[in-house]
Structures are given as C-alpha cells and as structure tokens.
C-alpha cells in the first residue's frame, strides 16, 4: 500500500507538479514489464484513480532527492 506523500498525488490525467515545459522532456519506454505485473498496477491505478504517469515520476522524483 501506497502511503505518505505518494497517496495524495493526482489523480489521473497529468499531475500539476509534473507538467511538461519546453522541449526538455523526454519520452522514455520501459519494456519488458511482466506481465502479471503489469495487469496489477493498472487495476490498482485504476481502482484508486491514480495516473501511472504521476506515481512514476513522484518516485523517480524522490529516488533523486535522496
């Protein structure tokens, strides 16, 4: 279970903390996620009405802060 600062990100859609600005953002693809896994983040997301998007980039985002 998601706690703390991760449980009250945006919902869905892109989060205010992460907008895009200029051209400096870029595109990443992280594949080969299994697949059992996967299917269980994105009913998670989707029962909790979390953006996938949002969560990666929060803990991207205090993964570098540490």
Do not use: C, N
Not at 18 to 38: E, M, S
Not at 39 to 44: D, L, N, S, Y
Request: proline share 3%; no cysteine; glycine share 10%.
């Amino acid at each position: 279970m998601i706690t703390g600062k991760l449980a009250g990100m945006a919902k869905r859609g892109y989060s205010r903390e992460f907008r895009p600005h200029g051209d400096t953002g870029k595109r990443y693809l992280l594949d080969q996620i299994p697949a059992g896994l996967w299917t269980a983040v994105q009913a998670k997301a989707k029962k909790e009405g979390v953006s996938i998007r949002a969560l990666i980039l929060k803990l991207l985002k205090e993964w570098t802060e540490r």
